[in-house]
């Protein structure tokens, strides 16, 4: 990203408080822009389309809460597409399944399938992971968030928190290392979330 979207405190200081709506509006190809990155990290597979992956994002955030602060907005909106990604996860994998419908022959099943489901699965792993991290520590969660799904940078991640970059670096080590170890325990591949992919 450019860092205007998250530098433009601009708009936020002529308003005490803004609608969903109107700062998705007035950020929207930067929106775009960061879900376009969204899908060619971490989906390179599918066929969900950018600006579907930004709408349903919208759709989670609270349409009637109203914003005072700039960091809150782009904290949510980094928590919603994480929720939109796991969502669709969930959806693509139950079709994959059939929908409990068994595949009459062989012939129905697509190889090239079974990359995508471990992707889907593995999503739906680290999320779960995550929700149970947020149990004990919400902060590496947002870190996550922050840099993993939303793919804000270092800097970025720690100005929406509002912690020093040095606290996002150290916080990103301990939520990756949370992670192998359960994925470790649970006997599946590790996920290692990089935020630069």
């Given at each position: 990203?450019?860092?205007s979207f998250l530098s433009?405190?601009?708009?936020?200081?002529?308003?005490d408080c803004l609608s969903a709506s109107f700062l998705f509006e007035k950020h929207y190809d930067e929106l775009l822009r960061l879900a376009r990155q969204i899908r060619r990290r971490r989906m390179t597979h599918d066929?969900?389309?950018?600006?579907?992956?930004?709408?349903?994002?919208?759709?989670k955030l609270k349409q009637d809460h109203e914003w005072r602060e700039k960091d809150h907005f782009?904290?949510?909106i980094a928590l919603a597409l994480r929720?939109?990604?796991v969502s669709h996860a969930r959806t693509r994998l139950a079709a994959k399944r059939g929908g409990?419908?068994?595949?009459e022959s062989l012939d129905d099943v697509d190889p090239a399938d079974d990359h995508t489901s471990a992707q889907l699965d593995r999503m739906l792993d680290v999320n779960a992971s995550l929700e149970d991290l947020a149990v004990e520590s919400p902060r590496l969660v947002k870190v996550i968030d922050c840099r993993f799904f939303a793919g804000y940078t270092e800097e970025e991640t720690a100005d929406l928190l509002g912690v020093t970059s040095r606290t996002v670096r150290r916080d990103w080590e301990k939520a990756r290392a949370y992670l192998k170890l359960r994925f470790e325990l649970a006997g599946k591949p590790n996920p290692q979330p990089d935020a630069n992919a």
């Open positions: 990203m450019d860092g433009d405190r601009a708009i936020w200081e002529e308003e066929t969900y389309l950018t600006g579907d992956l930004l709408h349903d994002a919208y759709m782009l904290a949510s929720h939109t990604l409990g419908v068994k595949p």
